[in-house]
């Protein structure tokens, strides 16, 4: 049995055919893409209405649909009956790409665009600094790109000495970081719950001591005044608890039937994280849009930055003109 057949088709007597059920699944998913929907509420809706998968499971996650979507197959070849016709495969393609262009995602080397995946999201834990990519050796065959804080050269000189990492480092912080919260849901339960319990007892109590005073007819008392001003400050961090909840339900739609990563999601990270902070120990911090961190120490980097501060290395992160 071919184990790399898309959804759609089926093997018969050792010739590829459309298989009649699924290939609905294939057209629809085309279909609703072109209508407006997005890929994960288009996952969502399959896996609820439990609609088979090319492995007959019913899970359905953002990144099969968007394989569905891109997958040139469908519009037949020597091997594969056509299942989507050439002018509504392009169409999507098109709006793929729009949508892409959009949230700044497509990846064009030496532009600012290039730095778009991580920027504004990795950040030096030693001197709080943004990091930028830096690229060295650019347009030669040993061109080699790193993030660095931004303070790691100012007027010349090395100011911050934080550790470099590349993109696929920092893919793989975030793919490591993404497994253990899959791992472990309950990661984002329990904090909030204990939380929000404890401050709206609390609440209550004060809205009670409140009301007493008031009734008592004490309103200039110094303790009403001070009663009211911790009834705000309370409410203030009720309000950001439940702004948690917010994020945690964003991040727990998207983990929906997701398996342990094994390679980089964009839109998974684009979605669930705020920033990863570099330490020089080693250390690097993951933190999710809801608050959650989730901590690393990447001991070999440590090790192999220590001697790496030469002098051919500071002096060559900016861009080299050659005439
Ligand atoms: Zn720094």
Redesign the pocket.
Known sequence: MQTHMPIGYKMVDGKIQIDKEKSKTVKKIYSEYLKGKSLLAIAKELSEKEVPNANNKTNWTHGAIGRILENIKYMGDEVYPKLIDNATFDKVQIKRKQKENQLGRTAQPNSMKNQSLFANKIF?G??G?PYRKYTEHSGKASEKSRWK?K??IFKNRVL?R?LFYTDEELKLVFISAVNQLIKNQRLLDKPHKKELAKMSKELLAIENQIHKLEEDEKFSSQELADLIFKRAELTYSTSKVDDYEVQTQKIKELLIGQNQLTEFDVELFKGMIDKITIYQDGKVETQFINGLKICEILEYKRKDEKNGYSKKDSGNHTATNEI
Do not use: A, H, L, M
């Open positions: 030096c030693e001197c600094e804080c303070k790691y911050c934080n």
